[in-house]
C-alpha cells in the first residue's frame, strides 16, 4: 500500500517538472524512466553486497552509474549531459534484459536546465526499494496522473469502472486475455488481481478483499504470467505499461507497439477474454485499415469493436467501452456493425452516466458485453442504465453515496447463469434494479438499424397506455435537411433575396421567425441542395445546439445545422403546425441523448422521423395551443420589461444633485460641476485573485474547508455570492487571495467588470479582483450599482478589450473614477433601485411560474402528468 512519504516524494518530482515539462504524461515517463534506472542500480548494488557483481552498468556503461552522475565533482551541465547521454544509450546496453530496453528506447531528456535535473533526481535517489512491489505501488499512484486526453483519443479509464467490467467478464486462471488498445496496462493488471483473488482461499484473503493465489500451483502461477498481452500504438504507452506489468509481477510482460487496425501482423492471433476502452478519436482523413475487417469502415471506433469481436475464441468474452456512435449512428458501417453484434456476439449493454471520464472528457459511453456461447443462447439482449457509480459529475468526480454498480453487476450475472442453464424465462427484468430491460433481438431487427440505446424501447413500453395515439415524425412530415451554399461563389450571395436562417436569428427575435439577417439568391437556391421551407414550419436543431427549435411565419431556407419539419398534405387536417412546435422541447433531452452529448453532436434524418408525438384530434391541438399562446404573452411582457430594465444610476445621481443642492444651498459653487469624482484605488484597495498550483492538490472534500471562489460561483441576475462550489485547504488558502465578507469582487476575464458583494469569506480565483476594505462613508450596494451602470461597464469594457491589455488589471482599474455623494444620498439612490429591482424579480417569478405552466400543459399530453 502507498506510503504517505512516497506519495510526498512522487509529487515533488512532479512539481520540479511542471515548470519544464508540463504535459501530464511527459512527466509520467521522465519520472518512470528515472527510476527504473535507480531501481536497477539499486539491484547491482545489493548484487554485490551479497557477494556477486553488477550486472546492468558494466564495461563502456559503467560510467553512467547512478554514483557517477551523482558525482560531486561534475558540474551542473556535465551532469545534464551525461545523464541525458546515459538515457538515450540505455537502449543499446547489451547488459540489459530486453524489457528494460525497451523501456528506455526512444529515451530522451525533454529540457536543458542543470538546476531542475539535479533537483529532480536527488528527489529520485530518496526512493530506496528492496523489491518491486514497493516500486508497483508508487507506480499505480503515479499513473493516476495520466489522465489528460491524449492526441489519439485515450484518456485513463477510472479505476473502479475497469475492476467493474472485470468481474462482469470474469476471467479465469487458464483464459487468453487481451487489451488491444492497452493504455497504461490497467484492464491487464485488473484481470491478473481478480484471478490470483479467485484463486486465494478464504483463511489468506485480506480485508480488501485482495489474494495471494494460493490456489495456484506453481506451473499455473508461471502460465498465467503468459497468459496477457497488450497492444498500443504509441511506445510512450507502450513503455509505461512494460514497467506497470514488470512492478506486478511480469517479468516477461507481452506489450507491444502495435497498431491494432492498419497491421496484419497479429491478426490470427485470438484471446478468450478481451477488456478495452479504445480510442475514440478517429484522424482527419480517417483510418485506412487492411481488408480483414468484416465491417469496411475508416472510423477508429468501429474497426476496434469489429476487431474485439472477431478476436474472441468460441467461447470467448469480452467488455468494451465506446462511444455512443456505436449505439446509435445511422451510417452503414455502424448498422452493418450493431447488426454483427446482436446476431453473433452481444448479450447486455451498460449505459455510463456522461460525466464518467469527467474531468478529461464529458463524452457520453457504454458498456458492449459479448460473449460468442451466450449469445447463441438467448434471443434477447438486456439493457442495463447506470445513473451513479459512486462518485458525483462534476469535475472534481468526489465520492457519493449513490452507486449502481454492485447491484448492475448481480443483475447481470444472475442473467448470465440463467441463459447458460437454460433458463431465461425465468429472468424478470421488471423487476431488477438498473432500468434492467430485455428486448428481442428480432424486435431490435425492426426497422434495420439495430438500435442499442435501451431508453428508445423503454420510452416505447412507457407509452403503450397513452390518452392520445402515438405517431412517428416520419408519418406525419416531409423532413428536410438544412445546407449552405458555397461561400466562395459571390453570386450565391450578393443582393440575395431569399432568406437564409440560421440559430442567429433565433437567438435575436425569439422562437418565432418573422425574418433572416442573410439571404441567399436564386441561383444560390437552384444550385445547391438547401430546401425552401413554406411558412408554419418548425425547425429542429440536429447539430450542435442539439434541440433548439423555432416556427416559421415566413417562407425559407436554413443551414445545415437545422432540419425543416412539414406537415405532410394527407395529415393536414390531423395535425396543426403549431401545435408539433409547442411539441418540440419534449425532443431536446431525446436528441441530446441520441446524440451522445459529445463537443458536436449529430441526429439524422432517419433518427428524427422515429421520434414519437400524441396525436389528439385537431380540435384538441388547437385549444392546446390557445392556452400555452395565453401562457406565452404573459411570459413575452415579462420579459420585455425585464430585459429592458437597467438601474438608471446616472438620473439617480442627477436628480438627487437637485434634491441635495436646494437643501444645501451654500453647496452650490462647490457642486457646479456635479458630485465629486474619486478614483476606486484612492477608497478602496483592489487585488487580483490568486490560484495556488496546482489546484487539484489544494481542493478538498472537507467541509470545514475555505470557500474557493471562481466564476462559476457567480450568477448574472444576482448580486451576491453566498456560496462556493468548492473548498481549498488551508494552505492552499496561503497562496490565494482573501476576501470577506462585505468584499467587492469584479471579474476580469468573462464578463469583463461585472461586480458582487461577498455574503462569505474565503479565497478568489485569479479570474477576479477585490475591492477591500471599503470605507464606512460608501454604501456597498451603491458600488455595486456605480460598477454596474452603464457608464462604467463600458469604460471596463474599453480597458480590457483595448490593445494595450486583454483583460482588467489593478492599476487600470484603481485609475476609474467614480462620483461620490454623501452617504445619505447613496442610500437614497439604492432604496429606489431595489424598490425597482423587487418588481424585477416578481417578473421573473412570474416567468418561471407560467413556463411551469406550459410544461404541464405539454405533460398532459405526452400522458406525463
Same mark, same amino acid.
Given at each position: 500500500?502507498?506510503?504517505?512519504?512516497?506519495?510526498?516524494?512522487?509529487?515533488?518530482?512532479?512539481?520540479?517538472?511542471?515548470?519544464?515539462?508540463?504535459?501530464?504524461?511527459?512527466?509520467?515517463?521522465?519520472?518512470?524512466?528515472?527510476?527504473?534506472?535507480?531501481?536497477?542500480?539499486?539491484?547491482?548494488?545489493?548484487?554485490?553486497?551479497?557477494?556477486?557483481?553488477?550486472?546492468?552498468?558494466?564495461?563502456?556503461?559503467?560510467?553512467?552509474?547512478?554514483?557517477?552522475?551523482?558525482?560531486?565533482?561534475?558540474?551542473?551541465?556535465?551532469?545534464?549531459?551525461?545523464?541525458?547521454?546515459?538515457?538515450?544509450?540505455?537502449?543499446?546496453?547489451?547488459?540489459?534484459?530486453?524489457?528494460?530496453?525497451?523501456?528506455?528506447?526512444?529515451?530522451?531528456?525533454?529540457?536543458?536546465?542543470?538546476?531542475?535535473?539535479?533537483?529532480?533526481?536527488?528527489?529520485?535517489?530518496?526512493?530506496?526499494?528492496?523489491?518491486?512491489?514497493?516500486?508497483?505501488?508508487?507506480?499505480?499512484?503515479?499513473?493516476?496522473?495520466?489522465?489528460?486526453?491524449?492526441?489519439?483519443?485515450?484518456?485513463?479509464?477510472?479505476?473502479?469502472?475497469?475492476?467493474?467490467?472485470?468481474?462482469?467478464?470474469?476471467?479465469?486462471?487458464?483464459?487468453?486475455?487481451?487489451?488491444?488498445?492497452?493504455?497504461?496496462?490497467?484492464?491487464?493488471?485488473?484481470?491478473?488481481?481478480?484471478?490470483?483473488?479467485?484463486?486465494?482461499?478464504?483463511?489468506?484473503?485480506?480485508?480488501?478483499?485482495?489474494?495471494?493465489?494460493?490456489?495456484?500451483?506453481?506451473?499455473?502461477?508461471?502460465?498465467?504470467?503468459?497468459?496477457?498481452?497488450?497492444?498500443?500504438?504509441?511506445?510512450?504507452?507502450?513503455?509505461?505499461?512494460?514497467?506497470?506489468?514488470?512492478?506486478?509481477?511480469?517479468?516477461?510482460?507481452?506489450?507491444?507497439?502495435?497498431?491494432?487496425?492498419?497491421?496484419?501482423?497479429?491478426?490470427?492471433?485470438?484471446?478468450?477474454?478481451?477488456?478495452?476502452?479504445?480510442?475514440?478519436?478517429?484522424?482527419?482523413?480517417?483510418?485506412?485499415?487492411?481488408?480483414?475487417?468484416?465491417?469496411?469502415?475508416?472510423?477508429?471506433?468501429?474497426?476496434?469493436?469489429?476487431?474485439?469481436?472477431?478476436?474472441?475464441?468460441?467461447?470467448?468474452?469480452?467488455?468494451?467501452?465506446?462511444?455512443?456512435?456505436?449505439?446509435?449512428?445511422?451510417?452503414?458501417?455502424?448498422?452493418?456493425?450493431?447488426?454483427?453484434?446482436?446476431?453473433?456476439?452481444?448479450?447486455?449493454?451498460?449505459?455510463?452516466?456522461?460525466?464518467?471520464?469527467?474531468?478529461?472528457?464529458?463524452?457520453?459511453?457504454?458498456?458492449?458485453?459479448?460473449?460468442?456461447?451466450?449469445?447463441?443462447?438467448?434471443?434477447?439482449?438486456?439493457?442495463?442504465?447506470?445513473?451513479?457509480?459512486?462518485?458525483?459529475?462534476?469535475?472534481?468526480?468526489?465520492?457519493?453515496?449513490?452507486?449502481?454498480?454492485?447491484?448492475?453487476?448481480?443483475?447481470?450475472?444472475?442473467?448470465?447463469?440463467?441463459?447458460?442453464?437454460?433458463?431465461?424465462?425465468?429472468?424478470?427484468?421488471?423487476?431488477?434494479?438498473?432500468?434492467?430491460?430485455?428486448?428481442?433481438?428480432?424486435?431490435?431487427?425492426?426497422?434495420?438499424?439495430?438500435?442499442?440505446?435501451?431508453?428508445?424501447?423503454?420510452?416505447?413500453?412507457?407509452?403503450?397506455?397513452?390518452?392520445?395515439?402515438?405517431?412517428?415524425?416520419?408519418?406525419?412530415?416531409?423532413?428536410?435537411?438544412?445546407?449552405?451554399?458555397?461561400?466562395?461563389?459571390?453570386?450565391?450571395?450578393?443582393?440575395?433575396?431569399?432568406?437564409?436562417?440560421?440559430?442567429?436569428?433565433?437567438?435575436?427575435?425569439?422562437?418565432?421567425?418573422?425574418?433572416?439577417?442573410?439571404?441567399?439568391?436564386?441561383?444560390?437556391?437552384?444550385?445547391?441542395?438547401?430546401?425552401?421551407?413554406?411558412?408554419?414550419?418548425?425547425?429542429?436543431?440536429?447539430?450542435?445546439?442539439?434541440?433548439?427549435?423555432?416556427?416559421?411565419?415566413?417562407?425559407?431556407?436554413?443551414?445545415?445545422?437545422?432540419?425543416?419539419?412539414?406537415?405532410?398534405?394527407?395529415?393536414?387536417?390531423?395535425?396543426?403546425?403549431?401545435?408539433?412546435?409547442?411539441?418540440?422541447?419534449?425532443?431536446?433531452?431525446?436528441?441530446?441523448?441520441?446524440?451522445?452529448?459529445?463537443?458536436?453532436?449529430?441526429?439524422?434524418?432517419?433518427?428524427?422521423?422515429?421520434?414519437?408525438?400524441?396525436?389528439?384530434?385537431?380540435?384538441?391541438?388547437?385549444?392546446?395551443?390557445?392556452?400555452?399562446?395565453?401562457?406565452?404573452?404573459?411570459?413575452?411582457?415579462?420579459?420585455?420589461?425585464?430585459?429592458?430594465?437597467?438601474?438608471?444610476?446616472?438620473?439617480?445621481?442627477?436628480?438627487?444633485?437637485?434634491?441635495?443642492?436646494?437643501?444645501?444651498?451654500? &453647496?452650490?459653487? =462647490?457642486?457646479?460641476?456635479?458630485?465629486?469624482? +474619486?478614483?476606486?484605488?484612492? #477608497?478602496?484597495? !483592489? $487585488?487580483?485573485?490568486?490560484?495556488?498550483?496546482?489546484?487539484?492538490?489544494?481542493?478538498?472534500?472537507?467541509?470545514?474547508?475555505?470557500?474557493?471562489?471562481?466564476?462559476?460561483?457567480?450568477?448574472?441576475?444576482?448580486?451576491?455570492?453566498?456560496?462556493?462550489?468548492?473548498?481549498?485547504?488551508?494552505?492552499?488558502?496561503?497562496?490565494?487571495?482573501?476576501?470577506?465578507?462585505?468584499?467587492?469582487?469584479?471579474?476580469?476575464?468573462?464578463?469583463?467588470?461585472?461586480?458582487?458583494?461577498?455574503?462569505?469569506?474565503?479565497?478568489?480565483?485569479?479570474?477576479?479582483?477585490?475591492?477591500?476594505?471599503?470605507?464606512?462613508?460608501?454604501?456597498?450596494?451603491?458600488?455595486?450599482?456605480?460598477?454596474?451602470?452603464?457608464?462604467?461597464?463600458?469604460?471596463?469594457?474599453?480597458?480590457?478589450?483595448?490593445?494595450?491589455?486583454?483583460?482588467?488589471?489593478?492599476?487600470?482599474? &484603481?485609475?476609474? =473614477?467614480?462620483?461620490?455623494?454623501?452617504?445619505? +444620498?447613496?442610500?437614497?439612490? #439604492?432604496?429606489? !433601485? $431595489?424598490?425597482?429591482?423587487?418588481?424585477?424579480?416578481?417578473?421573473?417569478?412570474?416567468?418561471?411560474?407560467?413556463?411551469?405552466?406550459?410544461?404541464?400543459?405539454?405533460?398532459?399530453?405526452?400522458?406525463?402528468?
Amino acid at each position: 500500500m502507498l506510503d504517505a512519504e512516497t506519495k510526498r516524494r512522487i509529487d515533488t518530482a512532479r512539481d520540479i517538472l511542471v515548470g519544464k515539462v508540463p504535459d501530464p504524461k511527459s512527466q509520467v515517463e521522465q519520472i518512470t524512466i528515472a527510476l527504473i534506472y535507480k531501481f536497477m542500480d539499486d539491484m547491482d548494488r545489493e548484487s554485490v553486497e551479497m557477494g556477486g557483481k553488477r550486472g546492468f552498468f558494466i564495461g563502456e556503461y559503467e560510467k553512467y552509474s547512478w554514483s557517477s552522475i551523482f558525482n560531486p565533482y561534475l558540474g551542473g551541465h556535465e551532469m545534464l549531459n551525461l545523464y541525458a547521454e546515459a538515457i538515450t544509450r540505455m537502449s543499446q546496453n547489451p547488459n540489459l534484459p530486453e524489457l528494460f530496453r525497451n523501456i528506455f528506447k526512444n529515451a530522451y531528456l525533454p529540457y536543458r536546465d542543470p538546476e531542475t535535473l539535479k533537483l529532480f533526481l536527488k528527489t529520485i535517489n530518496e526512493f530506496t526499494y528492496d523489491h518491486s512491489e514497493r516500486l508497483g505501488d508508487a507506480f499505480e499512484y503515479l499513473l493516476l496522473v495520466l489522465g489528460s486526453q491524449g492526441d489519439a483519443g485515450q484518456f485513463r479509464t477510472p479505476r473502479h469502472i475497469i475492476d467493474f467490467m472485470v468481474e462482469l467478464v470474469g476471467p479465469k486462471k487458464n483464459d487468453l486475455i487481451l487489451d488491444p488498445a492497452c493504455g497504461t496496462a490497467g484492464f491487464l493488471i485488473s484481470a491478473y488481481k481478480y484471478i490470483v483473488r479467485e484463486n486465494t482461499s478464504e483463511k489468506y484473503r485480506s480485508s480488501n478483499g485482495n489474494g495471494i493465489g494460493d490456489l495456484l500451483t506453481p506451473e499455473e502461477r508461471k502460465k498465467l504470467l503468459t497468459n496477457f498481452k497488450g497492444y498500443d500504438i504509441s511506445p510512450d504507452m507502450v513503455r509505461i505499461s512494460l514497467v506497470n506489468m514488470y512492478l506486478h509481477g511480469f517479468v516477461d510482460p507481452k506489450i507491444f507497439e502495435y497498431d491494432t487496425l492498419t497491421s496484419e501482423d497479429r491478426w490470427n492471433e485470438y484471446a478468450d477474454v478481451i477488456l478495452a476502452n479504445p480510442p475514440f478519436m478517429t484522424p482527419k482523413g480517417g483510418i485506412k485499415p487492411h481488408k480483414r475487417f468484416s465491417v469496411q469502415s475508416n472510423r477508429s471506433e468501429v474497426l476496434f469493436v469489429d476487431y474485439i469481436a472477431e478476436h474472441l475464441t468460441p467461447n470467448g468474452r469480452a467488455a468494451v467501452i465506446v462511444p455512443e456512435g456505436i449505439i446509435f449512428q445511422s451510417a452503414n458501417a455502424y448498422k452493418q456493425l450493431r447488426k454483427m453484434l446482436v446476431e453473433k456476439y452481444l448479450y447486455a449493454v451498460v449505459s455510463l452516466p456522461a460525466g464518467v471520464f469527467q474531468p478529461y472528457s464529458g463524452v457520453k459511453t457504454s458498456i458492449l458485453l459479448m460473449d460468442k456461447a451466450l449469445s447463441k443462447k438467448t434471443d434477447s439482449i438486456l439493457f442495463i442504465k447506470i445513473e451513479n457509480d459512486g462518485f458525483d459529475l462534476g469535475a472534481q468526480r468526489r465520492p457519493i453515496d449513490k452507486n449502481d454498480l454492485p447491484d448492475a453487476l448481480q443483475v447481470i450475472r444472475e442473467y448470465i447463469d440463467k441463459v447458460r442453464n437454460g433458463k431465461a424465462d425465468e429472468f424478470n427484468a421488471n423487476e431488477k434494479p438498473c432500468s434492467a430491460l430485455l428486448v428481442k433481438k428480432e424486435r431490435l431487427a425492426e426497422n434495420g438499424e439495430y438500435n442499442l440505446t435501451g431508453d428508445r424501447y423503454r420510452m416505447v413500453e412507457k407509452r403503450k397506455h397513452q390518452k392520445w395515439q402515438m405517431v412517428r415524425l416520419g408519418e406525419v412530415c416531409e423532413i428536410y435537411n438544412g445546407s449552405t451554399p458555397n461561400r466562395n461563389i459571390k453570386e450565391y450571395w450578393e443582393n440575395g433575396t431569399i432568406p437564409w436562417f440560421t440559430i442567429e436569428d433565433l437567438r435575436r427575435q425569439g422562437r418565432i421567425i418573422y425574418n433572416t439577417r442573410q439571404f441567399i439568391t436564386q441561383k444560390g437556391y437552384n444550385e445547391s441542395s438547401v430546401k425552401l421551407l413554406p411558412k408554419h414550419s418548425v425547425l429542429l436543431c440536429c447539430t450542435a445546439s442539439i434541440g433548439e427549435y423555432a416556427f416559421t411565419e415566413i417562407e425559407l431556407t436554413t443551414n445545415q445545422q437545422f432540419n425543416g419539419l412539414v406537415v405532410k398534405e394527407s395529415f393536414r387536417d390531423k395535425l396543426f403546425p403549431k401545435y408539433l412546435f409547442y411539441c418540440s422541447p419534449k425532443f431536446k433531452t431525446e436528441l441530446e441523448r441520441l446524440s451522445g452529448k459529445a463537443t458536436f453532436g449529430f441526429v439524422s434524418i432517419a433518427t428524427l422521423k422515429n421520434l414519437q408525438i400524441p396525436l389528439p384530434p385537431l380540435e384538441v391541438q388547437q385549444e392546446i395551443v390557445a392556452e400555452i399562446e395565453g401562457y406565452q404573452k404573459i411570459i413575452d411582457g415579462c420579459r420585455q420589461v425585464i430585459d429592458a430594465w437597467k438601474p438608471d444610476v446616472e438620473t439617480y445621481l442627477d436628480e438627487e444633485l437637485k434634491t441635495y443642492l436646494a437643501e444645501h444651498p451654500e &453647496k452650490q459653487e =462647490e457642486l457646479s460641476s456635479g458630485w465629486p469624482m +474619486v478614483k476606486l484605488g484612492e #477608497v478602496c484597495e !483592489i $487585488e487580483r485573485g490568486s490560484s495556488p498550483r496546482p489546484i487539484n492538490k489544494f481542493v478538498t472534500n472537507d467541509k470545514n474547508g475555505i470557500n474557493w471562489i471562481k466564476i462559476g460561483d457567480a450568477f448574472s441576475s444576482s448580486i451576491y455570492i453566498n456560496y462556493t462550489k468548492e473548498k481549498i485547504t488551508p494552505e492552499g488558502a496561503k497562496m490565494s487571495r482573501k476576501v470577506s465578507v462585505g468584499d467587492l469582487i469584479l471579474s476580469n476575464s468573462m464578463s469583463f467588470g461585472k461586480p458582487y458583494i461577498l455574503n462569505i469569506d474565503g479565497c478568489i480565483h485569479d479570474g477576479w479582483l477585490a475591492l477591500r476594505n471599503i470605507p464606512k462613508d460608501i454604501d456597498k450596494l451603491y458600488l455595486y450599482y456605480i460598477l454596474s451602470s452603464e457608464i462604467i461597464s463600458k469604460e471596463f469594457q474599453n480597458l480590457a478589450t483595448g490593445g494595450v491589455v486583454s483583460n482588467l488589471n489593478t492599476k487600470l482599474v &484603481k485609475s476609474v =473614477e467614480i462620483p461620490l455623494p454623501p452617504l445619505e +444620498v447613496q442610500s437614497r439612490i #439604492v432604496d429606489k !433601485i $431595489e424598490s425597482e429591482r423587487k418588481v424585477i424579480d416578481s417578473l421573473r417569478e412570474m416567468v418561471k411560474i407560467y413556463e411551469e405552466k406550459i410544461k404541464r400543459v405539454i405533460d398532459r399530453v405526452w400522458g406525463e402528468e
